[in-house]
């Protein structure tokens, strides 16, 4: 059953890779690079730091740091605990696949990207839905780019994709509950 489910994965990574094109390939380098996002970021800063005051802006600082190191170290821990070989690696796939990637990594499950951007959508995106109540669907939606662009660049297979994102929802969500707590009990006027 594995065995099957890793084949279907290996597949379904071989036709979407294979949809890109060179016309779109430097868009897609760019979603791909985690410093393209840095305005995006800027920008979720400056909300929190509208709706919360200084005070508030820097302990979710804090929390993004704290949920970012833990996102990225249990991802860590599962690239290393299974040692799956990305796409670029694998014999029988990367004779077949187009590669972009600036550099392909040894182990991909599961993607820290996937997991990173999903873990930052569903924080900032539970974080300020009483103020901005749609922000939560565009920063899920930017999460879903970025993660298909590791499919397109050549770096992970879908299940790497979707597992990273899944771990990410919960990461968001625990971290974002975190932050809850602490606004409740630190005065933030």
Known sequence: MLEQLIEYDKALFLFLN????????????????????????????????????????????????????????????????????RPCRQEGVMEYMRFIAVRCGKYGFFSGHSSNTMAAAIFAGLLLKPYYKNLIYILVFWSIVVAYSRIYVGVHYPLDIICGMLFGVFSGFIFYKFAKYILKRVSIS
């Open 18 to 85: 294979n949809l890109g094109s060179n016309t779109w390939d430097s868009l897609w380098l760019v979603i791909t690079n985690k410093f393209s996002f840095i305005p995006l970021y800027a920008i979720l800063l400056f909300l929190i730091f509208k709706k919360l005051g200084l005070k508030g802006l820097l302990l979710m600082v804090l929390v993004v740091v704290l949920m970012v190191t833990f996102t990225d170290q249990i991802t860590n821990v599962f690239k290393r605990g299974f040692e799956r070989l």
